[in-house]
Each structure stands twice: as C-alpha cells, then as structure tokens.
C-alpha cells in the first residue's frame, strides 16, 4: 500500500513563502509522475503542479506559474512544493498523489492520479 505523508502547511502573510513536502512508501517512488492539487472551501480539487517520474518535465496551472516549483528528490522519496509571493487565493488544503507509471507527460487531471495524501492546510492573510 502506498503512502503519502504532506508536510510545511501552515499560516503565512501575503507575499511569504513556503515550502511543502510529501514523503512516499515503497521502492518505486522513483518510477511514478507526482502531482501537487489544493481544494479550497466550496470549490473543486484543482491541479497545481506536477512533475515527471524523470523529474524531467513540469507542469503549473496558470495561477501559480512563476510562483511555485515542483522538484523531487528520488533518494528520499520526497517530492517538494516551493511556493513564493503567496497570496490569499493560494489558502487551501494542498495534497499530494501519485501519478501514472512512467508517463512521460505530466497529468493534470484527478482521475490519473491514485493515491492521495490527507493533506496539509496553508494558509495566507492579508
């Protein structure tokens, strides 16, 4: 069973950064794309970022380009979200998931991804 453990959520001032984790089970963590997607309250599970198996190829959703970065670190089973001049728009509770093996794109959409960690709140203010 795969598990996936986000990490750094917290509460930040507009423009501050922050960034979070998410620690994967398993041996094959290295084989499979990662997402990053955040749910807001009454509003739907929206993509946020996502990077390849290769770490070769990201993606961004257009309100957090030049803003954000999907990196990953394979030796670690750890896939990250650096996130910088945050806003208020960005409070949400952000998850992490798994995506498809060896897909050399990178999927935005929730039904290619998985499984899914519980989550982690950030939090921005004015």
């Known amino acids: 069973q795969v598990q996936l453990v986000e990490s750094g959520g917290g509460s930040v001032q507009v423009g501050g950064s922050l960034r979070l984790s998410c620690a994967a089970s398993?041996?094959?963590?290295?084989?499979?794309?990662m997402g990053w997607f955040r749910q807001a309250p009454g509003k739907e599970r929206e993509f946020v970022a996502g990077?390849?198996?290769?770490?070769?190829?990201?993606s961004y959703s257009d309100s957090v380009k030049g803003r954000f970065t999907i990196s990953r670190d394979n030796a670690k089973n750890t896939v990250y979200l650096q996130m910088s001049s945050l806003k208020p728009e960005d409070t949400a509770i952000y998850y992490c998931?798994?995506?498809?093996?060896?897909?050399?794109?990178?999927?935005?959409?929730?039904?290619?991804?998985?499984?899914w960690g519980q989550g982690t709140q950030v939090t921005v203010s004015s």
């Open positions: 398993g041996r094959t963590f290295s084989a499979y794309g």
């Open positions: 990077i390849s198996w290769s770490g070769g190829n990201t």
């Open positions: 998931a798994r995506g498809p093996l060896r897909a050399p794109l990178v999927g935005r959409g929730k039904d290619e991804y998985r499984y």
